[in-house]
């Protein structure tokens, strides 16, 4: 058996006697304030925080300052009589479990079963800086922090059988993430994917739990069910706020009990499927709207992962699209491009409203339109106005949807002298620099300077909003001032 010493965090006498009667070795803090100076050795897979004698608020700030040092600890609250709303608010802090019953006997069992589960279970990976050098987690590539945060998540929790609510935008990647979580579990079954919103209402139970033949129309054979399919392994529930009222009480009692009733019939056969949801929507206002139940979010949302749009990880994009390239060009045979800093330039602008589904495909565009030597941003260009994607900052404007008194329909003559010795190029520029400096005040000032709203406001990314304001001078701060001043 693996050499497994919890610390207790402000235990009772009682506790620690209990506990070293038990044979296991407990290193008391009797002040957790400073808990991120406790150095812990290797063989320390649990910290046992004694709830008891600990205010709800310390718990909730020392479950993550806990995991914040170190990660893979799994931790335990012992606090016998606690209510729903604490164990709810401790698990989402991050904790392993929580033990709310008076009983000694059964904190040893909770203790031995996390020893168990390290004594059984796949070597958890090495998160050092040494071992990230190719940022690939269970295939998914990343260099941004928040991701390979997740990924320890999925690395310090995927043995459970908790539940996972991933949240995130379309192409995002949440499937990889749940393959990923399955994959680190451990666990032998199948891997079920299941898209619920492509599922009609009238025949979902019937896909997820079975039914029994004759059971209604059509019903002419008896069927597993999806879940049952799943048995032993993982379900990953996808797009679950889709899911029919109706079906999530049934999925509500599925998770409370590990059983599944098929339709038509009367008996409950006992499943163990772990299961994943996701959705790109928001089931905090779901649940308001009446549309998901409130029960059924609290049971979903023990683990959560909340996945970064692509937007927000610029460091990944050249990282995927260089990815995407060389794999692209191998694929078909062709020369690996190489890339003008105008190209990444315009790459990393892009708002990515697809996010890496979205650079995938447009990778493979670019390779299959010919371009095979240096991709310039002439050539992005062609790609992103040929196939108008949504959320490009360079979408070209719709010169039919003009108003008639623009100047470029105006029967009255050219708005400004034309020098016809000039190029387009060269005539257009200052106009529209002037233009384009004009807007962006004005958009500053209906933000009240704020970058987001305004690059938003804008259809640019942060990043561009920022190198413009520095190139036209323009200080954000001038526009919060003006919007807050006497009288303004």
């Given at each position: 058996?693996?050499?497994f ?7 009772s006498?009682e506790?620690e006697?209990f506990l ?5 070795h407990?290193l008391r ?6 808990v991120?100076?406790?150095e812990?050795?290797?063989?320390t ?14 718990v909730?700030?020392?479950v993550?300052?806990?995991l ?15 209510e ?9 802090a991050g ?6 019953e008076d ?11 996390i ?6 279970s796949?070597q958890?990976l090495?998160?050092?800086?040494d071992?990230k050098?190719?940022?690939?987690f ?11 945060d ?6 310090n929790t ?8 991933i949240v995130?935008?379309t ?5 990889l993430?749940?393959r990923?979580i399955?994959r ?5 079954g199948?891997?079920?994917?299941v898209?619920?919103s492509t599922?009609g ?6 896909e997820?739990?079975?039914h029994?033949?004759g ?8 069927k597993?069910?999806?879940?049952r399919?799943?048995?032993?392994g993982?379900?990953f ?16 009692r ?6 599944v ?7 409950e056969?006992?499943?163990d ?8 929507a928001s089931?905090?206002?779901a ?9 059924l979010?609290?049971r979903?949302?023990?683990i959560?992962?909340?996945?970064p749009?692509?937007?927000?990880r ?6 995927l ?24 330039d ?9 996010n890496?589904?979205q650079l995938?495909n447009?990778?493979?565009r670019?390779v299959?339109?010919g ?6 941003a ?25 108003p ?21 190029s060269?005539f ?18 209906e ?9 938003n406001q ?10 413009k304001l520095k190139?036209?001078?323009?200080d ?7 919007q ?5």
């Amino acid at each position: 058996m693996a050499d497994f010493s919890p610390i207790a965090l402000i235990s009772s006498p009682e506790i620690e006697e209990f506990l070293g009667s038990q044979g296991i070795h407990v290193l008391r803090l009797a002040v957790p304030t400073h808990v991120e100076n406790v150095e812990v050795g290797l063989n320390t897979r649990l910290v046992v925080l004694d709830g008891q004698h600990l205010e709800p608020s310390l718990v909730q700030t020392l479950v993550p300052a806990i995991l914040k040092k170190y990660s893979y600890l799994d931790i335990l609250v012992f606090n016998p009589g606690a209510e729903a709303s604490y164990v709810r608010t401790v698990l989402k802090a991050g904790a392993t479990d929580v033990l709310h019953e008076d009983s000694l006997e059964k904190l040893t069992k909770a203790i031995t079963a996390i020893q168990d589960k390290y004594d059984s279970s796949p070597q958890q990976l090495d998160f050092r800086d040494d071992q990230k050098k190719s940022h690939n987690f269970e295939g998914i590539l990343s260099r941004n922090k928040v991701m390979w945060d997740i990924f320890r998540t999925i690395a310090n929790t995927a043995t459970s059988d908790a539940t996972v609510l991933i949240v995130g935008e379309t192409g995002t990647g949440k499937d990889l993430l749940a393959r990923a979580i399955h994959r680190q579990s451990g666990r032998t079954g199948r891997f079920v994917a299941v898209n619920c919103s492509t599922i009609g209402p009238e025949i979902i139970e019937s896909e997820l739990f079975g039914h029994e033949r004759g059971a209604f129309t059509g019903a002419h054979q008896q069927k597993e069910g999806l879940f049952r399919y799943a048995d032993g392994g993982t379900i990953f529930l996808d797009e679950i706020g889709d899911m029919p009222v109706q079906t999530q009480l049934s999925l509500l009692r599925v998770l409370q009990e590990q059983t599944v009733r098929p339709v038509g019939s009367h008996q409950e056969v006992p499943i163990d499927a772990r299961v994943i949801a996701a959705t790109n929507a928001s089931l905090a206002e779901a649940v308001n709207n009446g549309s998901f139940r409130e029960d059924l979010f609290y049971r979903l949302d023990v683990i959560r992962l909340e996945v970064p749009p692509l937007r927000d990880r610029p460091e990944d994009i050249l990282f995927l699209f260089g990815h995407f390239l060389k794999q692209v060009c191998t694929d078909y045979e062709m020369m690996t491009p190489t890339l003008d800093q105008s190209f990444m330039d315009l790459l990393v602008e892009q708002s990515w409203a697809g996010n890496v589904r979205q650079l995938e495909n447009l990778t493979q565009r670019l390779v299959l339109k010919g371009h095979t030597h240096q991709l310039t941003a002439e050539d992005l260009n062609d790609v992103l106005y040929t196939q108008d994607i949504p959320g490009s900052s360079t979408t070209l404007p719709n010169l039919d949807s003009l108003p008639t008194d623009d100047p470029l329909q105006s029967n009255h003559g050219p708005s400004v002298s034309i020098d016809p010795t000039q190029t387009i190029s060269d005539f257009l520029q200052p106009h529209v620099t002037t233009l384009e400096k004009e807007y962006l005040e004005t958009v500053l000032a209906e933000n009240n300077g704020r970058i987001n709203e305004s690059a938003n406001q804008a259809g640019m990314s942060r990043r561009t909003l920022h190198r413009k304001l520095k190139a036209y001078n323009i200080d954000k701060r001038q526009f919060r001032m003006k919007q807050s001043a006497p009288g303004s």
